[in-house]
């Protein structure tokens, strides 16, 4: 059912510095800040050959990683996204094995405008984890 690793997100308490970071000290393609209001995130694209960083950062006062960065405030891994062929079966698959599938368990159009679900991290041994459809 999964296919591709698509990218990793980390947050970070300072968007600008953290991109610094990756482009200086590691040589890292990074993108402009983009802001996403509908999702409540800042987030700076590190591109790799095989994958992409996601650095997040929170944007506006009810951003949904807010309280995760005020619990990580040196910054920490938010979750992993994999990308699969077909989400809805992806979604009754997780059902059907008691895996629980954040918010209102339907599939929401992510940052990159593909429809996504988020799994419990205590379902997944700690991990947050995001479903994209491919
Ligand atoms: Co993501």
């Known amino acids: ?7 990793v997100a980390i947050v970070v308490p300072d ?3 953290a991109s610094k970071r990756y482009k200086d000290v590691l040589g ?12 409540g995130v800042s987030v ?5 050959e095989n994958t992409k960083i996601e650095l997040m950062y ?4 009810n951003s949904p990683i807010k309280n995760f960065l005020e619990k990580n405030d040196k910054g920490a ?11 809805d079966e992806a979604c009754k698959k997780m059902k059907s094995n008691g895996i629980r ?3 209102d368990e339907k599939p929401k159009n992510g940052a990159h405008d593909k ?15 995001e479903l994209e459809q491919e």
């Open 1 to 7: 059912m999964i296919t591709k690793f698509n990218h």
């Open 15 to 17: 968007l600008e510095a």
């Open 28 to 39: 890292a393609n990074v993108s402009e800040v983009c802001d996403y209001p509908e999702h």
């Open 44 to 48: 700076v694209f590190v591109q790799l």
């Open 58 to 61: 929170p944007y506006g006062e």
């Open 77 to 87: 891994i938010h979750h992993i996204c994999i990308e699969v062929k077909n989400l």
């Open 101 to 103: 599938i954040l918010g």
């Open 115 to 129: 429809p996504v679900i988020f799994l419990h991290p205590k379902d997944f041994y700690g991990t947050l984890i």
